[in-house]
């Protein structure tokens, strides 16, 4: 199957994840996203705020990645945060699951912390009028045996979230993990790829795993790759 160039762009989330990120680095990668039309940025949310002013009257969202790296933080502490960058102009939310929770099977506390964002940012949008917000979760595949991988998705799917994510930039995202997570999940949630993809072939593994977003920083090496091609094989 043939991929448009333009349909490609628009499953990758570009990633700026840095600690040291500057607001000049904030600048030029939004100037990229707008350039390639891509689905949206992906930043801490120090940087949400610069990022929604850059991207302004553009079709690219900004995406909010809460609790990061592994999401140890208290779950109101985390629900808060999503909240604020809500009001400062985030599009997409990313809730990092509480790693260290799940490798002590405590899964109880993963899945209140996850349906409890959940229901909060679902509530604040609706009655704020504002138009629905994409919530993904990311689960950290790369810590998780197959077993937690698979209560993840349990719990994800309980939550009521739109995608499942690998991870944010810990352990690269498998093809292995990828499949596991679209066989476990409902079609109604999408998988999202997340660590080590760099190239436009490991793009296309992905999606062709099952995922229906990718997580990069190279996405302008891919999609100007990918460009160079004109179309792309899946």
Not at 9 to 31: M, N
Not at 209 to 231: K, M, W
């Amino acid at each position: 199957m043939a991929l448009r160039i333009e349909e490609l762009a628009k499953t990758i989330d570009c990633t700026l994840l840095g600690p040291r990120a500057g607001l000049q680095e904030v600048e030029a990668v939004c100037q990229t996203a707008r350039e390639l039309h891509l689905a949206s940025l992906c930043v801490l949310p120090k940087h949400v705020g610069a990022a929604a002013e850059h991207l302004r009257g553009s079709d690219v969202k900004v995406c909010a990645v809460v609790g990061y790296p592994e999401g140890g933080a208290a779950a109101k502490a985390k629900i808060a945060e999503a909240e604020r960058c809500l009001d400062e102009g985030a599009g997409e939310l990313e809730f990092a699951l509480d790693v260290r929770a799940m490798l002590a099977l405590d899964f109880a506390l993963v899945r209140d912390e996850l349906t409890a964002f959940a229901r909060t940012i679902r509530m604040r949008t609706a009655n704020g009028g504002r138009g629905s917000v994409t919530l993904k979760a990311i689960i950290g595949t790369g810590r998780l045996d197959d077993k937690r991988k698979k209560l993840a998705c349990k719990i994800v799917e309980l939550a009521e979230v739109d995608f499942a994510q690998t991870s944010a930039n810990g352990a690269p995202a498998t093809v292995h993990d990828v499949e596991l997570l679209r066989d476990y999940l409902p079609e109604a949630v999408g998988v999202k790829a997340s660590g080590g993809v760099e190239t436009l072939d490991d793009a296309i593994a992905m999606i062709n795993a099952g995922a229906g977003r990718i997580g990069s920083p190279f996405a302008l090496e891919i999609v100007t790759y990918a460009a160079g091609l004109d179309r792309v094989s899946t």
